[in-house]
Each structure stands twice: as structure tokens, then as C-alpha cells.
């Protein structure tokens, strides 16, 4: 079978055919989503039980319920990445849920957010994206309690997720110190992958490897919050590896080293995307913040685009102090994660990133 095919052609059309974007490609550009936030308005409310907000773009707000629980929210949504109807729904609903395993918390429930073509789409292919996000909450030990749906001009699902964590064990992206090592949980390249889907060009072994990584649950989060040494947590979506890191970087005023060559690619990656298989979203993000980005002689001519690649449902991207590293890619090789590896380290100066 084509991997780019529907699980059923003859009732609905492809999925992907019927958005502009897909998975977190769709985001709206970092440099524009920051003139966009600069314009919003009057500052933000900003009570003493709110712990995490806006201020350093982390995964999820964070509100303090009393002195052992924090209320961790974040919603999360997005047009097609595959066309099969029933994985589009696993994956929207795991990269939802992993901005809560992000920062450290367990998720304990959802609600579905659903905008769809009905006119164009069989009930049954409807249907069938939403019991792929059930099955993923089912799997992550939540119920989808609720939610909300419209009739769209382009297929969007994705969840609202709610979880619980102690104050004390929050970790937020911008708690890196000079010192630190960073160890990143899952391989770059969704953004190549699904380029080459969309134009009917991923083989069958390569869209098992995107199913399979896309619907990985980032559970090692709230275990590595608990560890000593582990001072900061973020996953890596559609800003790229490139983009999470400045993220961290520019939260703790820091400077992010990446060995490139210690960076783990999905297979084929490298020679999908020399072949041009890359998405607009690379480029968009590479505009927003290459500026800050100091790309190293004789790197590979596919590092720009690798490391802009827009994940969806991306790896996450920890900074720990040299003596938790081993514990802390104990906890990934617990939890199935078997390519995360040490990708850089993090140094004291002015903020930016710097790829080797």
C-alpha cells in the first residue's frame, strides 16, 4: 500500500489535500507569533498562584491549587500530517499531551477540540480521529471528559490537556545553567517525513518509523522532574530543535552548544531532505531566529533544514547537570525511548545557539 494513502480512498478524500499545512508545520512563524503577541494588548493579569506564564514561551501554564498541587494547562491542535484518519488522531493527541509531561506533570484529563469539513468528510472518517485520540488518553491513563466542535473549512483536531504537579518538581524550559548537558529524547525529521508523504514519496518503512515516533508518549517527563540535577524540560515541535533550544536559551540567559553529529535523525532523513524534501516551515522558522544561530564550518548542507525541521510530537530536550546524565538516560531507555542521546551542552554568555 501507498503510505500516503487513506485507510479507506473510496469514502473520503486524502486528508492532507484538504489543509495548507499540516501537523505542528502549521504553527505560525516565531518571528511573526512575536509581533503578533507584542500587539495584544494591555499585560497580562499575573497572580502569585500562577507559576508558569507567558514570559518565557514555555509548553504549558502552570497555577498553583496549594502547597502539593499545581494545575498544569495547555491546549494544543492542528490540520492533518498523515491521511489515514484514526493516526492523524494519535498523533494530535500525543503531541498535546507531551506540553504536560513537559514541564514535569501527569496528565489527568482532556477535552477534544474538533473543527471539520463535514460536507466533505464521512462521519466514519470523523469518528475514527477522534477514537485515535481516545485510544492515546486511554493509553496515558485519562479520560476525554468533554470538548468542543465546529463545522471548518479545514480538518483540525487536538486536545485540551490538563495535569497535576508538585510545585517543587515544575520544570520549566528556561532553568538551564552553564554546565549543564543536553540530552534530547526522540529523533529529528517528522518535518522531512511528512514532506515526502504529502507528495507520495515516503516508502512504507519510513511511515511506520513516523507513525511509531509521533505516537511515542513523552512519559519520561514527570520521572526526569523528580531526579536531582534535572534543571530544565521542553519538547521539541514546530519550531525545531533549533527553535526549543533558543527557547531555553534565551529563558535562562545562557548560550546552547549542539554537536550535530551526537543529533539522532529518523532513517533516511538525511537523504530525503538533500533531495528536497523539506517543508515551508523550515524556512519560515529559519527566518524568525537564524540570526541567533551560529552554524559551524563544514557542517552537512542539510543541518539548516534539519535543524529548523518542524517536529510534531518531537522528542523532549532536557538540561541536566553532568553528574544526572546517566540517570537520566536510564530513565528514557525505561520508558522505550532508545535513541535519546547527549546532543550538547549549555555555556554561560549572551543567549543564542551554536551548531557544530
Request: proline share 6%; net charge negative.
Amino acid at each position: 500500500m501507498n503510505a500516503s494513502a487513506p485507510s479507506n480512498p473510496s469514502a473520503a478524500p486524502r486528508l492532507t489535500s484538504l489543509s495548507h499545512g499540516g501537523g505542528c508545520g502549521c504553527k505560525i512563524a516565531p518571528g511573526v507569533l512575536s509581533q503578533i503577541l507584542a500587539q495584544s494588548g494591555a499585560a497580562a493579569l499575573v497572580p502569585p498562584e500562577l507559576l508558569v506564564g507567558l514570559e518565557t514561551a514555555d509548553d504549558a501554564a502552570v497555577y498553583r491549587l496549594n502547597d502539593s498541587q499545581a494545575l498544569v494547562a495547555t491546549t494544543d491542535f492542528f490540520m492533518p500530517i498523515v491521511d489515514d484518519p484514526y493516526e492523524f488522531g494519535r498523533i494530535a493527541a500525543t503531541n498535546a499531551l507531551s506540553d504536560v509531561y513537559a514541564m514535569g506533570g501527569k496528565p489527568i484529563m482532556a477535552l477534544a477540540l474538533v473543527a471539520m469539513p463535514v460536507n466533505q468528510l464521512p462521519l466514519e472518517t470523523i469518528g475514527a480521529i477522534l477514537r485515535g485520540g481516545q485510544d492515546v488518553c486511554r493509553a496515558a491513563g485519562i479520560p476525554v471528559a468533554g470538548g468542543h466542535t465546529i463545522d471548518s473549512v479545514e480538518p483540525i483536531y487536538g486536545l485540551v490537556a490538563l495535569g497535576l504537579v508538585h510545585p517543587d518538581r515544575v520544570r520549566r524550559n528556561a532553568g538551564a545553567r552553564p554546565g549543564d548537558v543536553l540530552i534530547l529524547g526522540k529523533p529529528l525529521g517528522v518535518g522531512v517525513y511528512s514532506a515526502a508523504l504529502k507528495k507520495e514519496q515516503l516508502d512504507e518503512a519510513h511511515y511506520r518509523e513516523l507513525i511509531a515516533s509521533t505516537t511515542r508518549l513523552n512519559t519520561p517527563g514527570p520521572l526526569l522532574a523528580e531526579l536531582d540535577g534535572m534543571h530544565a524540560i521542553t519538547d521539541v515541535t514546530g519550531f525545531g530543535l533549533a527553535g526549543h533550544a533558543l527557547e531555553m536559551a534565551r529563558g535562562a540567559g545562557v548560550a546552547v552548544h549542539i554537536d550535530w553529529a551526537r543529533v539522532p535523525l529518523l532513517p533516511g532523513v538525511e537523504q530525503l531532505a538533500a533531495q528536497g524534501f523539506v517543508t515551508g516551515a523550515s524556512a519560515r522558522n529559519w527566518a524568525g531566529y537564524g540570526a541567533d544561530v551560529q552554524l559551524a564550518a563544514g557542517l552537512p548542507a542539510t543541518a539548516q533544514a534539519l535543524v529548523s525541521d518542524p517536529q510534531t510530537s518531537g522528542g523532549l530536550l532536557v538540561a541536566c547537570a553532568s553528574e544526572a546524565v546517566g540517570d537520566v538516560l536510564a530513565v528514557f531507555e525505561r520508558e522505550g525511548f532508545e535513541h535519546a542521546a547527549v546532543v550538547g551542552s549549555v555555556q554561560a554568555g549572551p543567549a543564542h545557539l551554536a551548531l557544530r
